[in-house]
């Protein structure tokens, strides 16, 4: 046992039992009824770091939630790791499909994992991936081993677009400053399959409502006559995929960068297997962009996608009518080099110009951010390769992931530092999901694997 693992073994229930009680603190940032449990977690989270060994800490309001900053800084000289993360987590529904209660989180044995998994909203995006990095830095100071500066930024606005992180890092710069950015917010391979995650994809999301007539019809009086808002919105939202699934804005395409044969080639070694994948699924069959195959469809491929539809009668019974209105979701998945500002004009102006005239659209964007990749030869990720080699007994391999986080390519560009995506979570956690958890397994290999992450980087470094 190595001096990292008696460590985790001794404090494991404790790693555990703090986990469990800062999961209990309903941090949904969609939510307003949630504000006063937001601010609670940023309050935990700043006194968590504090216990870890910070020098300083604070709480830097914004004009929404705040970030929790912390530092300890030991020699000037040495590089400086600033870890980015996020407190607040996603709204707990549909709740009736939960097992158990979202915020009650409880430890339970699984197939994939014998050894437990905690449930809980959160448990793996991104508290608890989250954690792994505070309680990382519990051990190093706690066993001095600490080989660098350290830097903590902990948000609480991450899944609702970082819209304050923005501004809050083109504003400390110099606070900022560091060598390399590292954070655990994405997933591996499998359990037994360690990865790197070297890109993300960019997000632009818009609202849409489709306005027919003044007020709400008789559906046998006037059907047939006007223009029924809902029909000609799934009328339009069909249109913007071809027969190829291949999506029809004029111009989306323009940006996207084409993978050589051999990068292609190199991707489809990761180990993948569309029977397992469909079986998760109770799926029949997997669909997608002719000419692509699932894991290039869900991760250099950009997408177009409702998340959600709504409009007239979806109460008890039959109501015969015709709404007034009709509204739609949508996200569009981007790949690097589409910018995200664009894609969203792009789809404001073709969404409104295939209207019929019987019908006024509003498109209203949301949030967004640009895709990110990172090479694999960069200090970071050998530093990063070399502790999951020493943890796992075998290389990672690098993956390009399908999710978004926004912020990672505005850290790049503003604090002019690579970024070292070092995920812990697994497909099957449920993130954003009902029974979201996380592999007490994945929990205590992050904190032993993060601490060889900080040693490697600050010997390459020299
Ligand atoms: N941690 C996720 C993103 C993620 C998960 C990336 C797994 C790769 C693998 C993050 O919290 C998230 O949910 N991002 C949102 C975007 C955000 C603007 C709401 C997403 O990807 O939908
Ligand atoms: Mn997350
Ligand atoms: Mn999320």
Redesign the pocket.
């Known amino acids: 046992m190595n001096n990292n693992t008696s460590y985790i073994e001794k404090n494991k229930d404790r790693f555990l039992s703090e986990l469990i009680e800062l999961l209990k603190i309903p941090s949904i940032s969609a939510d307003s009824a949630y504000k006063n449990d937001v601010l609670k977690t940023a309050e935990a989270v700043k006194d968590h770091l504090k216990n870890a060994g910070c020098d300083t800490v604070e709480i830097c309001p914004t004009k929404g939630y705040p970030i929790v900053y912390g530092e300890k800084i030991i020699d000037k000289n040495l590089p400086t790791v600033l870890v980015y993360g996020?407190y607040d987590v996603?709204p707990a529904d549909p709740l009736e499909l939960w097992d158990s209660a979202p915020f009650e989180p409880v430890i339970k044995k699984t197939e994939l994992h014998p050894e437990g998994a905690i449930f809980a909203r959160g448990a793996c995006?991104?508290k608890g991936q989250m954690y792994m990095h505070v309680k990382a830095l519990e051990f190093m100071t706690s066993t001095n081993q600490l080989p660098c500066n350290v830097k903590f930024m902990i948000e609480g606005e991450?899944?609702?677009?970082?819209v304050n992180l923005t501004d809050f890092v083109k504003e400390n710069r110099e606070k900022l400053s560091n060598d390399v950015i590292l954070i655990s917010?994405?997933?591996m391979i499998a359990k037994d399959i360690p990865s790197i995650?070297t890109g993300?994809r960019g997000?632009s999301?818009v609202e849409v409502e489709v306005t027919g007539p003044n007020r709400d019809l008789h559906s046998g009086l006037y059907g047939g006559a006007v223009a029924n808002p809902i029909n000609v919105l799934t009328k339009m939202i069909a249109s913007l995929q071809d027969e190829n699934n291949h999506i029809t804005i004029p111009g989306f395409y323009d940006n996207v960068e084409e993978l050589s044969k051999e990068e292609r080639a190199e991707m489809a070694k990761a180990p993948f297997n569309l029977e397992d994948y469909k079986k998760a699924l109770n799926i029949e069959d997997v669909y997608g962009e002719t000419g692509y195959t699932t894991n290039e469809r869900n991760s250099i491929r950009p997408t177009l996608d409702v998340n959600g539809i709504w409009g007239g009668y979806t109460g008890e019974g039959a109501k015969t009518v015709i709404a007034s209105k009709a509204y739609a979701k949508i996200?569009m998945r981007l790949v690097p080099n589409q910018d995200w500002q664009n894609i969203t004009q792009l789809f404001k102006t073709h969404f409104e110009s295939i209207a019929p005239k019987g019908v006024k659209v509003k498109v209203t964007p949301h949030?967004g951010?640009q895709g990110y990749v990172t090479p694999i030869d960069s200090i970071g990720y050998q530093a990063a390769a070399k502790a999951y080699n020493d943890t796992f007994g075998k290389q990672p391999i690098p993956q390009r992931?399908?999710?978004?986080?926004?912020i990672v390519a505005l850290f790049e560009e503003e604090l002019k530092s690579k970024i070292i995506l070092m995920?812990f979570?697994l497909d099957s956690d449920a993130?954003?999901s009902p029974n979201e958890h996380f592999g007490v397994f994945n929990y205590l290999k992050g904190i032993e694997t993060i601490p060889l992450f900080y040693k490697y980087f600050t010997e390459l470094s020299k």
Do not use: A, F, R
């Not at 991450?158 to 970082?162: Q, R, Y």
């Not at 992931?401 to 926004?406: C, E, F, L, N």
């Open positions: 996020h996603q995006d991104d991450e899944e609702v677009g970082s917010d994405t997933g995650t993300l997000l999301y996200s949030h951010g992931s399908g999710g978004s986080i926004p995920g979570g993130i954003h």
